[in-house]
């Protein structure tokens, strides 16, 4: 069974950076698909960026290209995701995702953590 447990969350200023990190078990990180998502308050759950078991395809949302970066460390079983020039409406909770197939953007992850929160104030 994969568990998911992502770390990082917390309060930054508008152009801060964070970096969140998923902790994968029950897997070897180098064998999944993972994802990032986010829900804001009142809103439904979107695609914030994706990274192929092989780690040559990554994708990311068009509003967090050039800030966010994904990534993933074979030797702690972890994904990170770098976020940087951080925006009030990146406010939300962030949820790391895994599958054994290739999902990119799609919802459709067999495998999801609790979330971590992520505030921006202006």
């Known amino acids: 069974q994969v568990q998911l447990v992502e770390s990082g969350g917390g309060l930054v200023q508008a152009g801060g950076s964070l970096r969140l990190s998923c902790t994968v078990s029950?897997?070897?990180?180098?064998?999944?698909?993972m994802g990032w998502f986010r829900q804001a308050p009142g809103k439904e759950r979107e695609f914030v960026a994706s990274i192929s078991s092989s780690g040559y395809i990554r994708n990311y949302r068009d509003s967090v290209k050039g800030r966010f970066t994904i990534s993933r460390d074979n030797a702690k079983n972890t994904v990170d995701l770098r976020m940087n020039s951080l925006k009030p409406e990146d406010t939300a909770v962030y949820y790391c995702?895994?599958?054994?197939?290739?999902?990119?953007?799609?919802?459709?992850?067999?495998?999801w953590g609790q979330g971590t929160q992520v505030t921006v104030s202006s």
């Open positions: 995702a895994a599958d054994p197939t290739y999902i990119g953007n799609r919802e459709r992850y067999d495998y």
């Open positions: 029950g897997r070897t990180v180098g064998t999944l698909s």
